[in-house]
């Protein structure tokens, strides 16, 4: 955190891999002589927490068959996905509907040797070469967003294609998705795993491309989110950043309502005196109480492969409802870089 302050991303991101891999253990792809850590142990630390939910089971059950399907994962795990299946089927109502639950012993046996684990850390290959798209007038995308009011303003087509592919599997073929987050999508976090070079050169490149907004703010935090089709997502909020960068990277074939699947962000920001938990973690009722008749002058942004909405940290903003299909592949899967501080 305090190499982040000092805005020295890529130390930061070093310090936070370590962590990953003590919290999480070294990713089973990685051969031994090809361990960055060396003076690390091989396994986690820590026990793993064994807080769970019905669709953090669903994802893992999910992405452990995405990645036997593909060759990837470990023969000795195949047979984890007909545990995280026996451990649905038995599963109570109540079990279901839990935000949250913790696992027992015998069900916790049954898949430790995926749960919380970095099972795979799928590199994005990327290289030195530009991250973000060569064709957008980004001198343009500046002057929008400083002229907007609201500030806020949609990017299209912000990654190079093969760039925007190259991160779409690092998040599909990566097991770092192990925070449990509202009703119905996961969280994969700089300091857990989700610190791959190709995003931080993507954070990087949006300072220098932007840099009367960004130039002089730097990447405080980033994430991805991981949905699940038939739950809910973020409810109305605020961040605690001065500019926020969320972009999406699905494919739209997975989405079956075009106008929707993205963000709605409401044109009246979040007041300058209330504190970090009031405007990041209220209750839906308060937010909408607040908004009052400001609740109908929004702006929808529906979700689109490669587009971005760069935007004001301090206007509430919320997840569109969602009809995305049926599959593990067409999982709605969006990147929020925060830049600055504020709120």
Known sequence: MALIDADLLEEAAEAYRRHARLLHGRPLNMAPDLDPFPDLPIDPVKPISRLTCWHRLVHDRDQLAHLRDQDLLPP????QIAAYQSILDEMSEDERQAISFTLSEDRYRRIQPSYGRLVRLEPSGWGNEPALSGTLDWHAMEENYLSAEPKAVTIDGLLRPEARTALLRHCHNSTYWFEIKGAGYLGAYLREGFS???????ATELRQRLPRILGSLPLKMTWAYSYEQSMVGIN???DFAA??????ITDDEANADPD???LVVFKKPAPKDWSFERYNTASI???YEFLGADRDD???VPHRANRALLFDSRLLHETDQMNFKPGFTNRRINITMLFGEGG
């Open 236 to 238: 109305p909020h605020a």
């Open 243 to 248: 500019v926020n960068v969320n972009f999406w």
């Open 260 to 262: 929707t699947g993205g």
């Open 76 to 79: 000795s795990l195949v047979g």
């Open 196 to 202: 791959d070079p190709l995003i931080l050169r993507i």
């Open 285 to 287: 009722s308060s937010i």
């Open 298 to 300: 929004f702006l929808r």
